[in-house]
């Protein structure tokens, strides 16, 4: 079985440019979580789908950071503009069900703001 | 909302046993252990619930204290293969349905 899978793996921009991740979740998980993590800390939700609603997004920085799952699948996340402080490895999970059931976590991309 | 995890690192020699504590002030409802290795995702080692008994896999297990709101990862007869960062993640009660706060991590190295 395929596990989660992330694109791009790296990215390196400059300050005030767009960038978008994608994220596909294993088949058949209804939850999606996307996750910032910052080197030496653990992994901060940004944002949880169940199936394409986004049910909380009240870490998400609205004014900058904005996602998507369209079709309840894949998802992706998107920053305009970046800043400096957006550097960090963005990490997408998904699980089965949502209560109390393991996160299955992609790779993640890692972000690097210049 | 962030548990607290001890220790924050610890060097163990193969063969050694080591106890990683997560402590909560909120009301848990559940705790989730992950092991992380550099540059990799994190992985899923187990999932403690409220009410629930201790788990065990291979010989890492883990224990969790309602009253103390607290959850503590065994690691016994360790192998090389268990350096990595471990993340305690918790769920708290009426948080939101798998919502993880995740700790600091404790780094855990193992040397031969």
């Known amino acids: 079985e395929a596990g989660v899978v992330q694109s791009p793996r790296y990215k390196i921009i400059e300050k005030k440019q767009p960038v978008a991740f994608w994220c596909n979740p294993i088949?058949?998980?209804?939850?999606l979580y996307w996750y910032r993590q910052n080197l030496g800390q653990g992994p901060e939700l940004l944002i949880r789908?169940?199936?394409?609603?986004?049910?909380?997004d009240s870490q998400l920085p609205k004014d900058r950071f904005s996602a998507e799952r369209l079709k309840g699948v894949d998802s992706t996340l998107k920053i305009q503009p970046a800043e400096l402080g957006d550097s960090a490895v963005y990490l997408c999970?998904?699980?089965?069900?949502?209560?109390?059931?393991?996160?299955?976590f992609g790779p993640g991309t890692r972000l690097t703001v210049t | 909302q962030q548990p607290v995890q001890s220790p924050q690192a610890v060097i163990l020699r193969e063969g050694e046993d080591a106890v990683i504590n997560c402590s909560s002030s909120?009301?848990?409802?559940?705790v989730h252990w992950y092991r992380q290795k550099h540059g990799e995702a994190p992985v899923f080692l187990m999932i403690?619930?409220?009410?629930?008994e201790q788990k065990g896999h291979e010989k890492i297990s883990a224990s969790f204290n309602e009253k103390k709101q607290q959850s503590s990862l065994y690691l016994t007869a360790s192998q090389l293969s268990y350096s990595g960062t471990y993340f305690c993640g918790t769920e708290y009660l009426g948080s939101g349905a798998n919502n993880l706060f995740f700790g600091t991590g404790t780094r855990l190295t193992v040397i031969p």
């Open positions: 789908y169940e199936n394409e609603e986004a049910v909380d």
């Open positions: 909120k009301a848990l409802y559940s």
């Open positions: 403690l619930l409220k009410g629930g």
């Open positions: 088949s058949g998980h209804n939850t």
């Open positions: 999970a998904s699980s089965l069900v949502v209560s109390s059931y393991e996160q299955y």
